[in-house]
């Protein structure tokens, strides 16, 4: 028996490799009332204009939206109905001219499921 097999490593020790956290694009849908639901972009990276994808996901998919200003998120989109499969193949969609070259990566969007209103903070 080896002296090396009775090392412990510590999971909880501050490992420098490659724990760095990602930025992350969160797609999250938010019960309004009844049916109603809202779906918010946030996260976007600096170089996407939310003016222009919100407008672009207006026309896209028939439907009003907005730009929301929060202190602690920055600019969150918000769109009326469930818009998170669409939202998502449109930004990671390279084939087509809708974002080309600009697509962003499936591993670095994350699409949340169900949030009902008293357990999802409200923009706005």
Do not use: W
Not at 47 to 52: D, G, I, R, V
């Amino acid at each position: 028996m080896s002296i090396e097999n009775l090392k412990v490593n510590d999971p909880f020790a501050d490992d420098v490799g490659d724990t760095q956290p990602k930025n992350y694009v969160h797609i999250r849908i938010q019960q309004r009332n009844g049916r109603k639901t809202l779906t918010t972009v946030q996260g976007l990276p600096k170089e996407y204009s939310p003016k222009a994808l919100l407008k672009a996901f207006k026309k896209e998919y028939a439907c009003n939206g907005t730009i929301i200003q929060d202190k602690d998120m920055g600019e969150v989109i918000q769109l009326q109905g469930d818009h998170r499969t669409k939202v998502m193949d449109f930004l990671t969609d390279k084939g087509s001219d809708k974002m080309g070259k600009y697509a962003l990566a499936k591993e670095n969007i994350k699409v949340s499921h169900f949030f009902s209103r008293s357990n999802f903070r409200r923009f706005g």
